[in-house]
């Protein structure tokens, strides 16, 4: 049977394991040592990788690889320099500088020959080919630029009459509208050495008669004598707007007849 009372001292040491029977009391002796302190300090070198465990501090170093996320600023430098050779063509996108050396050299400006309408009554004067310079031609006249064949035959190529632009000639052998503007003319070179390019001026004034036939020309199938000595009143000059006017009216109010 267990004794009344506890024992003062320890009967024996403590047993590597536990005894078969429990003890009568709590030992008075301590137990053994703490838990051991926790693990090092955090380290200041940096690890291959993440510990399992979480540290007890940030580390003191930044790592190794940049962040994934943009930069905070643009880099100070372009990333490549400018080349230093000439491009052929546009680059795909702009470069980071302007190029060090100069681009290519302007296109020469084109030699211009300057030519003038010679005056009314005097005879052709002859050009060469190449791009001419041309001043309109002065009021009521007709100043044109002609291919002058051997055989004697006049193509008109351009024109410019009454201070009007210059403009290239009707008729299929006429000069192409894009070598004729309002200042200037580009003449081919010639196919045949026998021809040349002329250029000659008329007066662009005409009788009242005249006239008048040119506007029933345009407006009928052609001028009968007895219209042009109805319309041929002595008003053509002085009121021929109203005069034009009222022959119009006077052809719309007719009854439609059959040619």
């Known amino acids: 049977s267990p004794t009344p009372q506890p024992t003062i001292t320890h009967s024996t040491s403590p047993t590597d394991s536990p ?3 429990p003890t009568t009391a709590p030992t008075k002796a301590p137990s053994e040592s703490p838990t ?3 693990t090092n300090s955090p380290i200041n070198s940096i690890t291959d990788g993440p510990t399992s465990q979480p ?3 940030p ?3 930044p790592s190794e690889n940049p962040s994934p996320g943009p930069t905070a600023a643009p880099t100070l430098q372009p990333t490549t320099p400018p080349t230093n050779e000439i491009t052929s063509s546009p680059t795909d996108a702009p470069s980071n500088a302007p190029s060090k050396a100069p681009s290519e050299a302007p296109t020469p400006a084109a030699v211009v020959d300057s030519i003038e309408c010679p005056p009314v009554g005097s ?3 002859s050009t060469g080919a190449g791009l001419k310079g041309v001043s309109p031609a002065s009021g009521n006249t007709f100043c044109g630029i002609f291919l002058h064949k051997a055989s004697g035959d006049l193509i008109p190529l351009a024109r410019s009459y009454k201070e009007e632009d210059w403009e290239a000639a009707p008729g299929p052998l006429a000069l192409p509208a894009v070598n004729v503007n309002a200042t200037s003319v580009f ?6 050495a026998m021809d040349e390019y002329v250029i000659l001026s008329k ?3 005409m009788e009242e008669r005249k006239q008048i036939a040119m ?3 345009m407006t009928t199938f052609g001028p009968k004598m007895s219209e042009i000595d109805s319309l041929n009143d002595g008003n053509w000059s002085s009121n021929g707007v109203n005069v034009r006017a009222q022959y119009i009216r006077e052809q719309i109010d007719m009854n439609v007849t059959s040619h």
């Open 19 to 21: 005894t078969g029977q």
């Open 36 to 38: 051991p302190p926790p």
């Open 55 to 57: 540290t007890f501090a």
């Open 59 to 61: 580390t003191k170093v």
């Open 123 to 125: 005879f052709m004067v």
């Open 187 to 192: 003449l081919p070179d010639l196919e045949d």
């Open 203 to 205: 007066n662009s004034t």
């Open 215 to 217: 506007f029933l020309e």
